[in-house]
């Protein structure tokens, strides 16, 4: 069986436990390590990733090539207006050709069809590194830096504010799935898709996904504060947009609302001034370089379990 990394559900509740685990000691292991220095047991010797690109990156670019390294492979980058699929190739073709030269292909693209389709027509691990549906690979990092901060997911009350977007989508997953409470506050009109809060009820048990308009309601007694911009790349009707988020934004008084240990997280860029004021992102509660850190050794976790080693 060919394990790919499209959603958190690929891997399980199990899976998910067992590569944040695997992730927190391969960081623990490497303190105080020059950051190309491979890991002593270099799992990944010899493997190939490929990256492609039709967004651009800075996190998830940096986080998987070093992650590649460290594991003791390499990698090969590509955006789609270098390649053939920028001119009309197939998804299936690129996928076909792809898996005789390489050992795992990762990709970050707009639609989610097009991972689905790559992974189809594979015959190595697929990789989700952004769609417009989901981003697992952030709240893989997420979960990490909660955890670091507070030694356990389950029963942690998550508080999104602004878009119902792809980041939600894969907090909404993954509170089902570890058994954490998620409670998103999102303007009318801009709320997550039905069919993941559907899947999510589901499975979630006791710990339901709720929607609300009250930005406060929301973020009263949470252990971890999120938000996202509120426009993302290539998204049209900005400044409508713009003004239905305004009153999400995370200021200092509602920071206030959340348990006195309450972490904010941005899976970053921050449009600051926007969806957070500077005062917050750069406060005492923001864990967001070691959120944006861990984006490297929770992608070390990911690979590793797409080539079943852990």
Known sequence: ????????????????????????SRKRMRAGWPK????????????????IFEKNSTRTRVSFD????????????MDAGSMQLGRGESIADTARVL??????????????????ALAEFSTVPVINGL???????????????VMERRGNLEGSRWAWLGDGNNVLHSIIEAGSLLGFDVTAACPEGYDPDPAVVATAKERAGNHPFVLTRDAELAVTGADV??????????QAHAEAKMAAMAPYQVTETLMAQANGDGLFLHCLPAHRGEEVVDAVIDGPRSAIWDEAENRLHAQKAVLLWCFGKI
């Open 99 to 116: 898996s005789r030269y390489v050992d795992a292909i990762m990709i970050r693209t707009d639609d989610h069809a097009k991972v689905e």
């Open 1 to 24: 069986m060919i394990r790919n990394f499209i959603d958190l559900a690929d891997a399980g509740p199990d899976g998910l436990r067992a590569m944040l685990a695997d992730a927190d």
């Open 66 to 77: 070093m992650a590649m390294r460290q594991l003791g492979g390499t990698t090969i980058v």
């Open 225 to 234: 504060v999120l938000t996202d911009t509120w426009v993302s790349m290539g």
């Open 131 to 145: 769609t417009d549906q989901s981003h697992p690979c952030q709240i893989m990092a997420d979960m990490l830096t």
């Open 36 to 51: 190309g220095k491979p890991d002593v047991d270099r799992p990944l010797d010899g493997h190939v990733l490929a990256m």
